[in-house]
């Protein structure tokens, strides 16, 4: 585990400790708060890749940290690669249908 990971699991482990004693003592709220505090915490360990780069080209492994949403890039480089190929795709196809009849 790298050592932001592990700063991240202990503050969110240090949390959950103090949200638990006051849930021994009544408090239904910081009973939530300790249940989601230590399944983030427990994803945080468990999650450290989420698949290879969906540029075509590259097979880097993506690693996910366990905020928002999966990368589906490895850097922002594949995509930008990605985009603008599709961008040209794109392109490409509106100026192509040069011998079909346009529809009124």
């Known amino acids: 585990m790298d050592t932001t ?9 240090r949390r959950a400790e103090s ?16 249940l989601a505090l230590v399944a983030d915490a ?3 360990t468990e999650d450290t890749s989420s698949g290879i780069c969906a540029h075509p080209n590259c097979s880097n492994e993506l690693h996910y940290v ?7 890039y490895c850097s922002a480089y594949c995509r930008t690669d990605v985009y603008q190929a599709t961008q040209m795709a794109a392109r490409a ?3 192509a249908p040069e011998g079909i009849p346009a529809k009124d």
Not at 5 to 13: G, K
């Open 5 to 13: 990971r592990h700063i991240e699991v202990c503050a969110l482990l």
């Open 42 to 44: 427990r994803q945080r």
């Open 19 to 34: 949200a638990a004693r006051d849930a021994l003592n009544g408090d239904q709220a910081a009973a939530r708060t300790t």
């Open 66 to 72: 366990g905020r928002g949403r999966r990368p589906l």
């Open 93 to 95: 196809l509106i100026n």
